[in-house]
Structures are given as C-alpha cells and as structure tokens.
C-alpha cells in the first residue's frame, strides 16, 4: 500500500483518521493502524520488525542501568552490531555472494536468495540513531513499550523516511494529542506532496524508463540527455513528494516531521545539493558517522577518509550493487574537491555557471543511479558525451514525447525551483510561506481562494489519474 493510491486515500486513511480522532487510545490506534499498514505489503516480516523493536527497546532499557564504562560500551556495540547484522544479511547477503563467486575460484557458494523487507534501511537507522542519543544521554530513554513501538512502526515513516529521530517527536508522542491545530497544513502537505508524485514523478516515468532501457551503443546525444532530465524530475519529486505526503500525515497525528528537501536543484555546488537532498539521510550520516569519526578536526588526510567513508556508506545505504556505491564515492570526491579549492574558483563564477556546474554533477551522477548496472552506466554516459551520433532511435522515443509528458516536464522543472511561494505571495495569498513550498495555516482575516484551488485542482487531477491508470511505481521502496 502506497500513500498515492485510491486504496490509502479513500479507504485506509479515512477509517485510520476516524478511529484516531475518536478514539482515546491514539497511540494504540496508531499502533495498530501501522501494524497493518505494514502487514498488507509485507505480510510475515512484520515479526522481524517486531523483533528489532522488543530487541531495541530492551537494549536501550539495558543500557541506562549499566553503570560500569566499559560494560555499557561493550552492551552498546553489541547491540548496534545485532541492528546492522539483520540489516546486512537481508539487503547485501545476496551482493556479498555475487561478488564471493566472482573471484573465488572453486565450486560457487549458493546464492541465499533473501528477499528484502520493505522500509528496513530507514527503521534500522531510526533504531540505531534511538540507541545511540540514549547511548549518549541525547534522549531520555522510553520505558512505554507502546509509545517506543509506535515510533518506530508508525505508517508516515515507516517504508521510506524521512529519518525520524525519537529525539524529534519524544515529547510530542508523550503530548495529548486530541486537538492538533496543524491539520489543516497536514492536508496541504499530503495534497502538495500528492501532486507532485502523481503530476510530475508518474508522468516522466515513462520517458526516463524508455531511454534508460535503449541499447546505449545506439543512443543519441540528445536522447540520452532527455532520458536522464526526465529522471533528474522523477526521482525529486517521487521522493519529495512521498515524504512531503508523510509530513502532512505526521501533521494530521499531532507530529512533527524534520524537512527532507529543499529545493536541492536550486544548489551551486555540490556540498549545497546535500544540505538540501534528503536531508535527514545526510544529516544521520553527519551526526552518527562523520563526527564521531573525527570529522574535519584532524587534518586534511583524515578530513578525506572520513568523507569517502560516508558516502561509500551512502551510496552503499541505497542499494546493494556496484552502481550504487560508485554514485556515493562520486558524490564525495566533488565534496571532497570543493572543500579543498574547487569551491573557491567557483564563488569566482557567475551564478547561474555555478548552478549549471551543480546540476551537471547531479545530473551525471543520477546515470550511475538509474542504469541497470555499472558497465550500463558508462555506456549511457558514453552516448550523453558523443555529441557526434547518429539518432537512430529518437523515433521512439519520440512517440513517447506526448503532451502531457512535454507539459510534465516544464511543470516539473519549474516546480524545482521555489517559483510557486513567489507566485503565491505575488497573489496575496493569506497563508504563512514555508521554505520548501508548501502552503502555511489559513488567516481567517484575510481569506484568498487562489491557493485552496490549486490545492483542490492538484487533488481532483492527480486522484483522476491514480484511477484510471496502473503506473504508480515509488523508487525508494528499492533501497
């Protein structure tokens, strides 16, 4: 079950919602609600969730009664090591043996076959990141296994992020929620974040999937660009939108979720793009990698380890293959280089040379994301660089260049780029301007109807569409 589904709109979340608002159990009724969200895609790994949170919840219990140093490091990192054990075998055990059997010389080692758990990279780091404040004294920790297990099982979060931190809604989730005074943002958030999954991200799919499954040795220049523009746009706004989605349903529980973009393609260079691009992944890495490795308090040599190890790990945290952790280390070498003289030429540049350099990177680096595998990436950034060859399959993909993906891919470029806050202020709209776009909490003083249109517009369209069509893929349910 996916947020952008007539499923969840009009049959789960009504019901879900009801039985919150009346009931005087929330945390029960969240509890619950969220048990069978996850039971209905994943059936029986609703046990191995389980399992992690009783494991977890008693760790972190363990650990606030270990008085001895030694021991309670000792406890902590075991427990850490369970976490990311269960994490291992699930997502790379498959990867770890491909890559065994490609360089071990005798009888191949059989492959496990583990099929992965929808969600486990996020709550696996939510549990870690719980363990780790309590760890440190950041966090008081829970003794209501209720309250600890709705955290972690709660459905806006649950199978893509963003990254919630119990340090974030503790209080909130101790707090009475029966009146919440930012439902009515909740439903702009989940409209807005609809809207942009279904408008943009489900239009260009087509066109990113076609040109990314051409032979690359007969792809043209232009086509190959095309393909990874139209990718660039699926890919923010599938996210984007999905965690917007879950920011407004967090809204609707009485929770407040951290922001998870914003606007990274507006960045000049590349350590902008990841302050702005998924920022509670980047930001878990900072705070429980990063710094505790050192950061870039020792020195230039360390300063670059530590950066390579971060995103080998988050290019690793993305998938299991090759392609991914390429990405990561890619990512990082352009950090990496910015930090030591290529950010200085750049201020040096004008802006928009600034922006395009960004967005060359970014887009360069999304090929390596999207392409089947690596070998397939290179050839595809082959024919993105042969400028000289011959279309012989734009005819295709010029079939697929109908109106509404040509009209999904300006919206969508347009959209990338805080251009609808200004439109609205331009409106005198009576809503509270939020940074990443979304519209604030009506003024009853000055009532406007533009922006509740749009709202309403944006619903009507995109539960048109999810109705009569079949394509509704969300890209991060793979990693």
């Keep these: 079950m996916v947020f952008s589904s007539v499923i969840f709109i009009f049959y789960f979340l009504p019901i879900f919602l009801l039985g919150y608002y009346v009931s005087g159990w929330r945390t029960a009724v969240l509890l619950t609600g969220s048990a069978f969200f996850y039971t209905w895609g994943e059936g029986p790994y609703l046990f191995l969730l389980l399992a ?8 972190a219990l363990l650990l606030v009664r270990l008085a001895e140093r030694r021991v309670r490091q000792a406890a902590f990192g075991a427990l850490i090591a369970a976490d990311f054990g269960v994490l291992g ?13 490609a360089v071990w010389p005798g ?21 870690v990141s719980y363990l780790a404040d309590v760890h440190r004294g950041a966090v008081k920790v829970e003794r209501d296994p209720t309250k600890f297990a709705a955290y972690i099982l709660m ?16 209080d909130e989730m101790h707090a009475d929620r029966s009146r919440s005074e930012r439902r009515g943002l909740g439903v702009q958030y989940f409209i807005i974040g609809l809207s942009q999954k279904v408008l943009v991200a489900n239009a260009v799919a087509p066109l990113a999937d076609h040109a ?5 040795s007969g792809l043209a220049s232009t086509t190959a660009w095309l393909g990874t523009w139209a990718y660039s746009l699926q890919i923010y706004f599938d996210f984007c939108g999905y965690s917007n989605m879950a920011i407004g349903l967090a809204f609707l529980m009485g929770f407040t979720f951290p922001k998870n973009f914003d606007y990274p393609y507006v960045s000049r260079s590349i350590t902008e793009f990841w302050r702005r691009w998924h920022i509670s992944l980047s930001s878990w890495f900072r705070d429980y990698v990063y710094i505790p490795l050192g950061g870039n308090r020792h020195g230039l040599a360390l300063t670059v380890r530590n950066l390579l190890i971060v995103f080998f790990l988050t290019g690793l945290w993305h998938g299991a293959a090759w392609r991914f952790i390429v990405w990561g280390l890619y990512h990082g070498a352009f950090l990496i280089l910015e930090r030591f003289g290529l950010r200085a030429i750049l201020e040096r540049l004008p802006t928009p040379a600034q922006h ?5 990177v970014v887009m360069v680096g999304w090929v390596f994301f999207r392409a089947d595998s690596l070998p397939h990436a290179l050839q595809y950034l082959g024919a993105m660089a042969d400028l000289s060859a011959s279309p012989g399959q734009d005819l295709q993909l010029a079939i697929l260049l109908n109106a509404e993906i040509i009209a999904a891919l300006v919206i969508g470029s347009v959209l990338s780029v805080p251009v609808m806050p200004r439109i609205m202020s331009l409106l005198k709209r009576p809503m509270a301007e939020q940074d990443d776009g979304a519209l604030g909490p009506l003024d009853t003083r000055r009532a406007h109807a533009y922006p509740v249109l749009l709202l309403a517009l944006g619903f009507v369209l995109s539960v048109s569409i999810l109705v009569g069509s079949t394509l509704n893929p969300f890209l991060y349910f793979r990693f």
């Design 52 to 59: 992690m949170i009783a494991l977890n919840y008693g760790g």
């Design 89 to 101: 075998f699930f997502k790379y055990a498959n990867f770890l043996v491909e890559n065994f059997n």
């Design 107 to 127: 009888p191949p080692a059989p492959s496990p076959d583990v099929a992965l758990p929808l969600g486990i990279s996020f709550f696996t780091f939510q549990l």
């Design 155 to 170: 459905f806006p979060h649950l199978i893509a992020g963003p990254i919630v931190r119990y340090a974030d809604i503790r």
């Design 212 to 216: 990314f499954a051409l032979d690359p």
């Design 356 to 360: 395009l350099y960004a967005m060359l």
